[in-house]
C-alpha cells in the first residue's frame, strides 16, 4: 500500500511539475525570456533597478523642458519645441507606471495621477499657451519627486506590488497560462474536441438557440443577467452616471454639449436568438440607465427602441447584428446613425447648440466586404474553419465636390465659351480643423468605419445625414474611460467644437475598460 502511495505521489508531482518544466525548455531554447524567472527576479532586482532608471529619465525630462523654454522664448514653434519634452515625459511614464514585469501603479496612487496631469498639460499646450506657468510648475514637481533615487518608494513597491500580493501572482498565472508551450499545444485541440462532443464554444462564448445559432459574446449575456451597475450589489463597482455627469459639467465649462449614446448589446435585441423563446425580455439594465440619464437632463440618443421595431423587416432587409460578431451589421449601423442625426437636428432646432449651416455634399457606393465575426476568434476554433465568414454589403461615403471651369467654345460654336462641371469624389475622412462635432466612441464606431469596407460605419452616414463634417476618437473597448483619457491627452481637440457625441456599448456600463473613472482636463 506504501509503495501505492509513493507512486501515486511520483505521478501527482510529475503532472504538477509538466508544465513549468516544458516552458522552461522552450525558454531554453528559444529567444524569449526566461519567464519561469521573472517571479525571482521582480523579488531582488527589478524595484531598485526601476528606480535607477526612473530618477535616469526624470534627469532627461529636466534636460528637455529646459531646452523647451529656451526654444520657445526664442520665439520657435510651440509644438516642435515640446517633441523632445513629450518623448522624454513618454519613457518616464514608462518607467514609472510599470512596477515591475506584472503589476502597474494603480491610477489611486498619487505618482499616477501627477504623471498623467502632466502629460495631459504638455498635450495642450499648444493650444493653450496661457497654461505654460501650470505646464512648468507641473513638470518641475515631476522632477523633484522623479529625479532622485528613493529606497522609500522601492520598498513600496516591493510591499503594495511584489510577487507575495494577489494582483503580481493574477497577472504571472494568466501569463504562464497563456504562453505556456505545453498549453499552446493541445489547447486548440481541446476546445476542437469539447466544440464536437459537447457543442461548447468556449469560456468567452455562449452559443444561441434555434436555427442557425449566432454567437454571443459571454460579458454581453452577463451584462443582462447579473444586478443593475447601479444596485446595491454592485457597490464595489465605479458609478457610470456620476462619471457622465461629471463629464457633461467639464465639458459645459468649455462651451461643449454632451450627447449620450448606448449601443445595445446583440441580446438585448435579440434575446429570442439566444434563448429560443419568442417575446422574452431580458433585464434593460442599459435602457434603463438611458432612461435615468434623460430625466437628469442630459441629452440622449434611445437605440433600443428603434432596433427592436426594426426586426420586423430582417426577413427581406437581413439582420441587425452579425451572426458571429458583437457588433451590428451595416443596416444597424445605418440605423443608428438616421436616429443620432435625428437627435442633434433637434438639438439644433431647439437652439441647444450651433453647427453650423450644412456645407457638405456626401455620395453612397456600395461595396462587399467579408467579415470574420469576433466572437468566432474568441472561441479559439476558427484556425479550425469551424465558423465561417459573413460577407455584408456596405454602403462606402464619398465627399462630392463640384466644380466649374471656362473653356473656350468649339469654332463653329455661336458663344465664345463654355462652362464644364467637374464633379471629383474623395473618401470621406475626419476634419478637426472644420468639424463642431467630436465622437468619441468604441469597436462599435470603428467597425466599417476604418476596417472593411472602411467609410462605411455610422459615423460616416452621420456626416451624410447632417450634412457637415465631422471628427472622431475611438477606442476599442474603452470607450468608458480610455476614449476619455485620449481625449484628455488632445484637449486642443475641442476647440471650435459644439458638440460631443459620446457612444459605448452597454456592457461597458458594468465592464468598461479601467471603470468609469473621473479624468481630468
Same mark, same amino acid.
Given at each position: ?84 519634452? &513629450?518623448? *522624454? =515625459?513618454? %519613457? ?6 510599470? @512596477?515591475? +514585469? ?5 491610477? $489611486? !496612487? ?11 498639460? &504638455?498635450? *495642450? =499646450?499648444? %493650444? ?6 501650470? @505646464?512648468? +510648475? ?5 522632477? $523633484? !519627486? ?376
Amino acid at each position: 500500500m506504501k509503495k501505492l502511495y509513493i507512486a501515486f505521489i511520483v505521478v501527482f508531482a510529475v503532472l504538477l511539475l509538466l508544465p513549468f518544466s516544458v516552458q522552461t525548455v522552450a525558454d531554453l531554447r528559444g529567444e524569449k525570456r526566461f519567464v519561469s524567472l521573472d517571479i525571482f527576479k521582480d523579488i531582488v532586482y527589478t524595484p531598485f533597478a526601476r528606480e535607477s532608471k526612473i530618477a535616469e529619465s526624470a534627469a532627461k525630462l529636466n534636460e528637455a523642458w529646459f531646452a523647451a523654454r529656451e526654444s520657445i522664448a526664442g520665439g520657435a514653434e510651440v509644438g516642435e519645441s515640446l517633441e523632445g519634452v &513629450v518623448s *522624454a =515625459l513618454s %519613457d518616464l511614464e514608462a518607467v514609472a507606471l510599470t @512596477v515591475n +514585469s506584472y503589476a502597474e501603479l494603480d491610477t $489611486a !496612487e498619487s505618482d499616477y495621477k501627477l504623471l498623467k496631469h502632466a502629460d495631459t498639460l &504638455v498635450a *495642450a =499646450l499648444e %493650444d493653450e499657451p496661457e497654461t505654460f506657468k501650470a @505646464v512648468d +510648475s507641473t513638470l518641475k514637481a515631476v522632477v $523633484a !519627486e522623479f529625479g532622485q533615487f528613493s529606497l522609500w518608494r522601492a520598498l513600496c513597491g516591493i510591499k503594495h506590488y511584489g510577487v507575495w500580493t494577489s494582483r503580481y501572482l493574477r497577472a504571472f498565472e494568466n501569463k504562464v497560462e497563456d504562453e505556456n508551450a505545453l498549453v499552446l499545444a493541445f489547447r486548440p485541440k481541446y476546445q476542437l474536441a469539447v466544440w464536437n462532443i459537447f457543442n461548447d464554444p468556449g469560456e468567452k462564448v455562449v452559443l444561441g438557440s434555434g436555427a442557425g445559432r449566432w454567437l454571443f459574446y459571454r460579458q454581453d449575456v452577463e451584462f443582462l443577467v447579473q444586478p443593475s451597475p447601479l444596485d446595491v450589489r454592485s457597490a464595489k463597482l465605479d458609478n457610470p452616471i456620476q462619471a457622465i455627469l461629471k463629464f457633461r459639467e467639464q465639458l459645459k465649462a468649455k462651451g461643449v454639449e454632451l450627447l449620450v449614446v448606448i449601443t445595445p448589446g446583440k441580446p438585448s435585441i435579440y434575446p429570442e436568438r439566444l434563448t429560443g423563446v419568442d417575446g422574452l425580455k431580458l433585464a434593460g439594465h442599459g435602457k434603463a440607465i438611458l432612461d435615468s440619464l434623460a430625466k437628469l437632463g442630459l441629452n440622449t440618443v434611445d437605440l433600443y427602441t428603434p432596433l427592436l421595431a426594426a426586426k420586423v423587416d430582417d426577413a427581406s432587409l437581413g439582420a441587425l447584428y452579425l451572426d458571429d460578431d458583437t457588433h451590428w451589421t451595416p443596416r444597424g449601423a445605418e440605423l443608428a446613425a438616421g436616429e443620432i442625426a435625428k437627435k442633434v437636428n433637434a438639438m439644433v432646432e431647439a437652439g441647444l447648440i450651433n453647427i453650423g449651416e450644412p456645407s457638405m455634399n456626401y455620395v453612397v457606393s456600395d461595396s462587399l466586404a467579408d467579415r470574420m465575426g469576433d466572437i468566432g476568434e474568441m472561441s479559439g476554433l476558427n484556425k479550425f474553419n469551424v465558423f465561417k465568414a459573413q460577407q455584408v454589403t456596405g454602403h462606402v461615403i464619398y465627399q462630392q465636390e463640384i466644380s466649374e471651369r471656362t473653356e473656350e467654345a468649339p469654332a463653329d460654336s455661336l458663344s465664345d465659351s463654355t462652362v464644364v462641371r467637374d464633379t471629383v469624389k474623395t473618401p470621406f475622412k475626419d476634419d478637426f480643423r472644420k468639424s463642431k462635432i467630436l465622437i468619441l466612441g468604441d469597436s462599435f464606431s470603428r467597425i466599417y468605419q476604418t476596417d472593411a469596407p472602411v467609410n462605411a460605419g455610422w459615423i460616416a452616414h452621420f456626416a451624410k445625414n447632417i450634412s457637415r463634417p465631422v471628427a472622431s476618437i475611438v477606442s476599442d473597448g474603452g470607450a468608458s474611460t480610455l476614449v476619455r483619457e485620449k481625449l484628455a491627452r488632445k484637449a486642443g481637440v475641442l476647440k471650435g467644437k459644439k458638440l460631443l457625441i459620446w457612444e459605448f456599448v452597454e456592457r461597458d456600463l458594468r465592464f468598461g475598460a479601467e471603470g468609469w473613472k473621473t479624468i481630468e482636463f
